[in-house]
């Protein structure tokens, strides 16, 4: 089968990020994965894979080819910690992936997949997940032909920055898992390669429409990628 798809990954260095730069370039479907980063040599030479350094503040003028075939991954997130402010928080985490599916959907990009966060809502008392729903919001307004949200729960795996609360968090909810079950399954952490897994999976065999995945079923997902692949 002759390959057609592009994937274009936002966030591309993060936890989750990386996870699906490694699984997009092992995909057949994919004749090209553009990784957007910071400045080149994040990753080891890939034949199917590009490095493209972009600045966020002037994303328009990234030599960036859109279609109907690009599907379009973003895992771009920071911390109040690493961010110093809210203003810069929600740039990072709101404006930027805003103004990215603005460009893909305006030059015919039709799958938006974007890591968002358990409990996001905009009429939410916390900051954090008032954030990530308004961004729910202002990409759901534009009208996505396929739009796939994933709300994971405390993400595992090993980060290149240091997260205290992460690590204290990881080991109570390790300590919980067995307890965290039926309705409260949801709670679960899960695998940042798993959220990747699940969302590749979703960009080759999910159905058009507006789709959110809560932990739960983005472990189920993930798992449906090992099936298939089986």
Request: charge should be positive; glycine fraction near 8%.
């Amino acid at each position: 089968m002759e390959q057609k798809k592009t994937a274009i990954v936002a966030g591309a260095t993060g936890l989750v990020g990386r996870a699906l730069v490694e699984r997009l370039v092992q995909n057949s479907s994919y004749a090209r994965v553009v990784a957007l980063v910071r400045k080149p040599g994040a990753f080891a030479p890939q034949r199917t894979l590009v490095e493209l350094p972009v600045d966020y503040e002037r994303l328009e003028e990234a030599p960036l080819s859109w279609d109907a075939e690009t599907d379009v991954f973003c895992a771009l997130g920071t911390t109040i910690k690493t961010a110093k402010t809210q203003a810069a928080f929600r740039r990072v985490d709101s404006e930027y992936p805003l103004a990215l599916a603005r460009l893909a959907r305006s030059n015919g990009a039709a799958r938006f997949l974007i890591v968002s966060s358990m409990g996001a809502s905009s009429a939410s008392r916390f900051f954090y997940t008032r954030v990530k729903g308004e961004t729910e919001q202002g990409l759901r307004q534009q009208e996505w032909p396929g739009l796939y949200i994933f709300r994971p729960s405390l993400l595992l795996g090993r980060r290149e920055e240091y997260r205290s609360g992460e690590r204290f968090a990881t080991a109570v909810m390790g300590a919980l898992h067995g307890l965290l079950v039926g309705p409260l399954r949801k709670y679960r952490g899960i695998a940042a390669a798993d959220v990747a897994r699940a969302m590749v999976y979703a960009a080759q065999a999910g159905p058009l429409g507006t789709h959110i995945y809560e932990s739960d079923r983005i472990q189920r997902l993930a798992e449906a990628a090992r099936g298939a692949k089986a």
